[in-house]
C-alpha cells in the first residue's frame, strides 16, 4: 500500500528524519507512538504527499506519490490533520461534502455524505456552522470529512485528541470495522497507549528521528520502552490478551 524508501526530511531549523525506511501492507491497522517532536505527524504528512523529502521516494500503491494527480492521489489516501481550523462560515454537511471533491459529480455523493456524517454522529449538525461547535464536535465532523472522501488509505493526527471517552470508542470501533469489512487500512497517532494496545494491529515507535520499535502491541509495549522514550514509571501487564499500562505517578529524574 505505501512505501517510504531512505527517506531525509528536515525543516530550515530542525532535522527530522535520516534514511528512514517504512513499508506499509494493504489493510494494515497501525498506530504510531512516541513522544511530542520526535516527527509523528511529518511521517504522515509525507505519508500522503503534502511534503516532499530532501531524498528518497515515496510510493503509493506502486506509484511515485509526487507524480500523482492530486484528484488521483486524493481517491487514493485521506489525510486528517492534527489541527483543523475553519473560520469561514460553511456548514457541518458542506465541511462534508468537501471530502467528496475528487469523485466530482458523483451520484452517491449525497447518500455518502449522509451515512459519513451519520457514522460519526453528526447528522444532526448538518446546517449547523462549523465555528459554532465545540472542538470535539468539529472533531468528529471532519473524520466523516476523511470518511467521506472513500480512500484505501487513511491517515489520522491524533483523531481521539478532543473527544470524549465514549466517542473516543465509538471512533475507534468505526474504524476497526471499516478496516475489517472494507479493507480500509489505517495509520494513526495515538498518545493513549491501551487504546494504541486495544485496537491497532502494529504499533511504531518513533524517537529521535527514528523508527526504534515496530511489530505487535505485546512486542512494543514494556515497561523498558515506557521508562526509555516517555520517561515514567508504569505496570505493564497482559490482561485478556491485550497490553494495559498502568502509569505510575512521579516523573523520574
Known amino acids: 500500500m505505501l512505501s517510504l524508501r ?61 507524480k500523482l494527480k492530486v484528484r488521483e492521489r486524493a481517491k487514493k489516501v485521506a489525510f486528517l490533520p492534527q489541527d483543523y481550523s475553519i473560520w469561514l462560515p460553511f456548514t457541518c454537511y458542506e465541511i462534508v461534502a468537501m471530502g467528496r471533491y475528487a469523485w ?28 459554532e461547535l465545540s472542538g470535539g464536535e468539529v472533531q468528529r465532523v471532519c473524520i466523516a470529512q476523511a470518511l467521506a472522501q472513500e480512500a484505501e488509505l487513511l491517515l489520522l493526527d491524533e483523531p481521539t485528541s478532543h473527544l470524549d471517552i465514549n466517542f473516543q470508542i465509538e471512533l475507534m470501533d468505526l474504524l476497526t470495522s471499516l478496516h475489517r469489512d472494507n479493507g480500509l487500512t489505517v495509520m494513526l497517532i495515538l498518545h493513549d497507549l491501551n487504546l494504541a494496545s486495544q485496537y491497532c494491529s502494529r504499533l511504531l515507535v518513533l524517537h529521535n528521528g527514528k ?40 516523573l523520574l529524574v
Open 6 to 66: 531512505h527517506i531525509s526530511f528536515k525543516y530550515k531549523f530542525s532535522n527530522i528524519f535520516n534514511d528512514l525506511n517504512l513499508e506499509v501492507d494493504k489493510n494494515e491497522f497501525i498506530g504510531i507512538l512516541g513522544p511530542n517532536g520526535t516527527g509523528k505527524s511529518t511521517l504522515l504528512r509525507l505519508s500522503s504527499g503534502l511534503l516532499k523529502p530532501q531524498s528518497g521516494q515515496i510510493f503509493l500503491q506502486g506509484e511515485d506519490i509526487f
Open 211 to 250: 523508527i526504534v520499535r515496530d511489530g505487535e502491541p505485546d512486542k512494543v509495549i514494556d515497561e523498558d520502552f515506557i521508562k526509555d522514550v516517555f520517561k515514567v514509571k508504569s505496570d505493564v501487564r497482559l490482561e485478556d490478551g491485550k497490553v494495559r499500562v498502568y502509569v505510575k505517578s512521579g
Open 104 to 131: 466530482g459529480n458523483n451520484c452517491q455523493n449525497e447518500k455518502i455524505i449522509a451515512d459519513c456524517m451519520e457514522k460519526t454522529s453528526v447528522a444532526h449538525l448538518a446546517k449547523r456552522k462549523i465555528f
